[in-house]
């Protein structure tokens, strides 16, 4: 199982960013797979999660409306479309699976090496 994350970058407040997630080893679309991220110094945080229907994406309040999850499956593929970006956004972003919510405590058991999206005023 690989998860690969892409797209990651220098972007101005208010400004958009596409992260791309390729997954080998497993079919996507068989699995609940989550956009997590973490700032520094601070814990891990769940994004966005979306099902084998895509029908099911979840998103956390923080991002709800701005951020969009899809999917590509004939590339198997995960994509988090970042709209409006603000500051607080600035964290490494992975796409994982297996991720586990408890309050607000998040552990994903597989997750990529993730991609650095930094907002910049």
């Known amino acids: 199982v690989q998860l690969v994350e892409s797209g990651g970058g220098l972007v101005q407040f208010g400004g958009s960013q596409r992260l791309s997630c390729a997954a080998s080893?497993?079919?996507?679309?068989?699995?609940?797979i989550s956009w997590v991220r973490q700032a520094p110094g601070k814990a891990l945080e769940w994004v966005s999660t979306i099902g084998a229907s895509r029908n099911t994406a979840s998103y956390a309040e923080s991002v709800k409306g701005l951020f969009i999850i899809s999917r590509d499956d004939a590339n198997n593929t995960l994509f988090l479309q970042l709209n409006s970006l603000k500051t607080e956004d600035t964290a490494m972003y992975y796409c994982a699976k297996d991720v586990k919510k408890l309050g607000t405590v998040v552990t994903a058991r597989q997750r990529g090496q993730g991609t650095q999206v930094t907002v910049s005023l």
């Open positions: 080893g497993f079919t996507l679309s068989r699995y609940y």
